[in-house]
Structure formats: C-alpha cells, structure tokens
C-alpha cells in the first residue's frame, strides 16, 4: 500500500520562505507530484521529481530523497496568492495516472 | 488548446438521487482518471480508463460507475445518492496508460453537494 504524510496548515509572512516536507511509504515507487489548489479550484501541476535532489523552478523549488522517502516543497519570496493547499503525491507504479495524495497542507500567507 | 473540461461545474441532488458527471480530456489524450475530493481532503483515485476499458478501480463502492467514449471523453455515474458523497469531483487526462513522467493535467471539477 501507500501512506503519504504531510502537515496539515502552515502560517508565513509575505516575503518569507516556508517549507512544506511529504514523507511517503510505496510499495513501487515511480516520482513524486506537488501540486498547488487554490480553494475552490483543481489542483495545478508544480513540480515531479524522480531523481534525487534538488530543482528549481523560479520561486518553487522541489527536493527528494528517495533513501529517505522524503520530499519537500519551498516557497520562496511569498506573496498573498501563494495562500493555497500543496498536495504531495505519488503515481502507483504501473498504474498508469493513478495518484495516491496527501491530505494536502494548507499554506496561509500572511500580510 | 482546451484543457480539460468538466460538466455541470456545480449541482444539487436529493439522497437517493442519481448523477451523471461528463469530462473531456486534452485533445490527443487516451487515459481519463477520476477522483473524489471531500472538503479539507486530498483527491481520492475513483476510476481509470484508458482506450475505453476500466484499467484501474478505487475502494468505491458499486454505485460508482464510469465509462469512456469512442472520442476518450468520459462519465462518471453515481447512483443511491448519500449525503457522503457530496465532494468535489475531479477528472484527469493524461497522454498514456502506464505512467512515464508525463504531466497528469486536472480539469476544474464538478461540485456535487447532495441534501
């Protein structure tokens, strides 16, 4: 089976960083999904990692340590739209786009 | 290019009440996946289809039933409303069955609240 952790709510002020950490138990593990949803809204594609490390993309940046079964999503600069939930998943191994989420943590930025 | 599009964005239905949910996936796209997203939860996987056969099934129970058309665009049906179900619901296309890295893109969702 699969089991993904991440915490629940994160409070920030605008301009700061916060780090959202995923811990995740998968039988097959093939990469693993963050995603942004604002509320009301469908989740938005941010990143996918599949090997470890570290990568940028402009404020968001991504980690994985696979040993670890540990991810982390950084947010950098906030700002007020970055008020959002950030979904942490993995695709069951062959199967196809079968994602297995996270409850989602929900990031509250602050003026 | 149209992303993926869901039909109707929100309804109401009464307990015991059935529902049928309409997705059209990204021109080009062959897999169609559904999902269940209770509020302050994360999406639940309900179905996969791809080429038009079932290629993969969530813990739902039998009311939940899906199909995929010539064309990929899909339905989810739900019958014997119960208020539990009241979610948002979540269609995702992506280009292939087996997953290779390739982006899995959401469409908007349908609200269902049943009363």
């Known amino acids: 089976g699969q089991n993904i952790d991440q915490p629940t709510e994160m409070t920030a002020t605008e301009g700061a960083i916060v780090q959202i950490n995923c811990t995740y138990q998968t039988s097959g593990f093939n990469g693993l999904f963050w995603y942004q949803q604002h509320a009301g809204e469908a989740p938005t594609f941010l990143s996918y990692?599949?090997?470890?490390g570290l990568e940028e993309k402009g404020r968001f940046s991504s980690f994985l340590s696979r040993s670890k079964g540990y991810s982390y999503l950084l947010l950098k600069e906030l700002q007020m739209k970055d008020s959002a939930s950030y979904l942490c998943?993995?695709?069951?191994?062959?199967?196809?786009?079968?994602?297995?989420f996270g409850g989602g943590t929900r990031v509250l930025v602050k003026p | 290019d149209a992303g993926v599009t869901q039909s109707p964005t929100h309804l109401i239905k009464t307990r015991g009440q059935h529902v049928t949910l309409r997705c059209s996936p990204i021109s080009g796209h062959k897999s169609v996946s559904w999902y269940q997203q209770v509020l302050g939860q994360g999406p639940q996987f309900i179905f996969q289809?791809?080429?038009?056969?079932?290629?993969g099934r969530g813990n739902f129970p039998d009311r939940f039933s899906a199909r995929q058309f010539p064309n990929y665009s899909s339905e989810l049906n739900v019958n014997a409303l119960l208020l539990g179900d009241s979610a948002l619901y979540l269609c995702?296309?992506?280009?292939?069955?087996?997953?290779?890295?390739?982006?899995?893109?959401f469409g908007e969702g349908s609200w269902l609240t049943v009363v």
């Open positions: 990692n599949v090997l470890d």
């Open positions: 289809y791809y080429e038009k056969e079932e290629r």
């Open positions: 995702a296309s992506s280009l292939y069955r087996e997953y290779d890295g390739n982006t899995i893109y």
């Open positions: 998943a993995v695709p069951l191994k062959a199967a196809g786009n079968k994602l297995t």
